[in-house]
């Protein structure tokens, strides 16, 4: 504190108030940096700003000569670290190994004028030894995860109390005499693992967590933002075990790993919010694949504008959904939004004086203003027998997961015949593709111009952080790349990534649509026949006004919301 007064960060009246100030005893607990930091004091050298941590460890990292290291926990090689030291040294110094090599190891910690631990730390490790300066509440905080998690892995890794896992499938495994060292689903160690995995998806806002194990280990990694990461390595036994807890969760056969399994499980997070996750198990080469899709409810309280279909797209999207009956397609590949744009769109239209029913394979989330269907192909309970059975219940809107086979398509088109509005998707590249799906699934083209009142195809592109995002000028071979055959001027200033702690230095946060709308207007089923020319209906709907994705991905890029690199990776531009 004397020091902050010396170099002009506080003022005399806030230097007293720190020293004479009384405590609570939370307080008093509270490391010196952390407790200022929480008193919002004004930063007298820099008038308009506080002495937040930021600043704070930035004026500490300037006069030790030592610099700040923000910890990802998803870079962090646990196993590593702490072999280091022990939890107890750790604590007793209040230091953490953030980053080992072989021959330098990287100590964080908020005390950098302490240094009685280094000299035996480096004698110990024959390593030099690297000073860098951290939260203290990360410090904290990490300590006791990364060692308690360590400390499960090794319980789980050396249990010899517990049972032999049967009919693993791993196609390589040896028989090993007298080998009883497999932990057991429910050992408390893999019950603090599978919480980790679980709480550290959550606090990364992680869509997927996909389990995969490989000939000697299993790897756990999290899909954020579209994009797969690693976040952690365990012992192959123990990943098994880490599956097979999540089958008992999930109510799956756990003795059953020859065949492909689906489940679901509601959990907490941290913050109070309940998450549903949908399990999926695949058999491997090495042992069950597990991947964990998390649907997050709040999506469904997410108006369009969030969703990033807006202005035109959002007027053509609405005019479709608001007709009392007709069929209504969106199309795209897994994992590009088309659940959250039917959910949230269902959402609305779901009110008191209208019954909303769906068909899913499976439900995806639980929503109580609809009626949902699960399909059981064990009992030959398929989307068209689904179907056939909902319009028994006196639907007025109609959910169908996916329109996989004719049989399906027909009782969509004929639920759309007797007056009921149908949504559903189809696996294709863009919105014209999905016509010609229709038609080669045996679709008569005079019943699909009877009944489909357009088709949405849609991708998720990356938002770039509003915290870091920083301007540049594009070029005009660039530009026209995203918008021929369009003669769209050249913007004058685009953004482009640099990342920040709040976007773990990826330089995007979130996800948006970019999407393509094609409206079966009459002059679009001129072209609708046997042989049809998508083409042609391509050329049409542009005209009367459907913007191709990579288009409506350019006009998020114009905005700032996106780059050109992420509309071209999920939106290639036709030839």
């Known amino acids: 504190m004397d020091n902050l007064l010396r170099d002009g960060r506080i003022s ?30 004004s930063d007298t050298s820099r008038p308009g700003t506080s002495l937040n941590i930021d600043a704070l460890l930035a004026w500490l990292s300037e006069a030790s000569q030592q610099p700040i290291y923000n910890l990802d926990p998803l870079k962090i090689d646990v196993h590593a670290i702490t072999e280091v030291m022990s939890f107890e040294f750790a604590r007793r110094h209040k230091i953490l190994a953030v980053d080992v090599t072989a021959d330098e190891v990287t100590i964080a910690s908020c005390e950098p004028y302490l240094s009685a631990w280094q000299s035996n730390l480096e004698h110990v490790l024959r390593r030099t030894i690297k000073r860098v300066l951290i939260d203290p509440a990360d410090l904290k905080r990490y300590t006791v995860e990364f060692y308690s998690l360590s400390k499960s892995v090794r319980g789980a890794s050396g249990n010899t109390n517990t049972k032999q896992f049967d009919g693993v499938t791993n196609f390589e495994q040896l028989l090993e005499l007298g080998d009883m060292k497999d932990p057991d689903a429910n050992d408390q160690h893999i019950v603090n693992i599978v919480d980790w995995i679980l709480q550290y998806a959550f606090d990364q806002r992680a869509s997927d967590i996909h389990i995969e194990p490989r000939r000697e280990i299993g790897n756990v990694r999290f899909r954020i933002d579209g994009v797969l990461y690693n976040v952690s390595e365990f012992p192959l036994q ?12 999930g109510r799956l056969n756990v003795a059953e790993k020859r065949k492909p399994q689906d489940g679901r499980l509601k959990t907490v997070t941290p913050e109070g919010n309940e998450v549903e996750l ?12 597990m991947v964990m899709r998390i649907f997050d409810p709040d999506v469904l309280l997410r108006s369009f504008e969030q969703l990033g279909l807006a202005n035109e797209d959002y007027k053509r999207w609405h005019g479709m959904i608001e007709k009392p009956h007709g069929i209504v397609l969106v199309t795209g590949p897994t994992g590009s939004g088309k659940t959250t744009t039917l959910y949230s769109s269902l959402k609305q239209l779901a009110t008191s004086e209208v019954n909303v029913c769906t068909i899913e394979d499976p439900i995806e989330m639980m929503e109580d203003s ?31 997961g996916e329109i996989r086979d004719l049989e399906t398509a027909e009782m969509a088109i004929q639920a759309a015949l007797t007056g009921h509005l149908v949504l ?24 699909l111009k009877a009944t489909v009142l357009g088709v949405m195809a849609q991708r998720l592109v990356r938002t770039l952080c509003p915290h870091c995002k920083q301007p540049d000028t594009v070029s005009e071979a660039d530009w026209k790349s995203l918008t021929r055959p369009w003669k769209v001027p050249v913007p004058q200033t685009i953004y482009q990534p640099k990342g920040c702690l709040e976007c773990r230095n990826t330089g995007y946060l979130g996800r948006q649509g970019i999407y393509e709308i094609l409206l079966l207007s009459d002059d679009i089923q001129e072209h609708v026949d046997e042989r049809v020319d998508i083409e042609k209906i391509r050329q049409q709907s542009m005209k009367e006004g459907m913007k191709t994705l990579c288009l409506s991905g350019a006009q998020k890029v114009a905005a700032g919301d996106t780059t050109i690199a992420e509309v071209l990776r999920v939106a290639p531009p036709r030839k």
Do not use: C
Request: aromatic share 4%; hydrophobic share 40%.
């Open 12 to 41: 005399q009246q806030d230097h007293v108030q720190l020293l004479n100030g009384s405590r609570s005893q939370e307080e008093a607990l509270k490391h010196p940096l952390s407790y200022i930091a929480d008193q919002n004091l």
């Open 278 to 289: 949908r399990l999926s198990t695949l058999p491997t080469a090495f042992g069950e694949k």
């Open 370 to 400: 609809f009626n949902q269907m699960q399909v059981q192909h064990n009992i030959d309970l398929d989307f068209a027998s689904g179907v056939r059975a909902l319009m028994r219940q006196d639907p007025d809107i109609v959910m169908i």
């Open 238 to 249: 123990v990943a098994m075990a880490i599956t097979s807890r999540l089958k008992i969760l």
């Open 424 to 447: 559903s998707t189809l696996h294709t590249n863009d919105a014209p593709s999905a016509l010609t799906r229709l038609l080669e699934l045996g679709v008569p083209p005079y019943l």
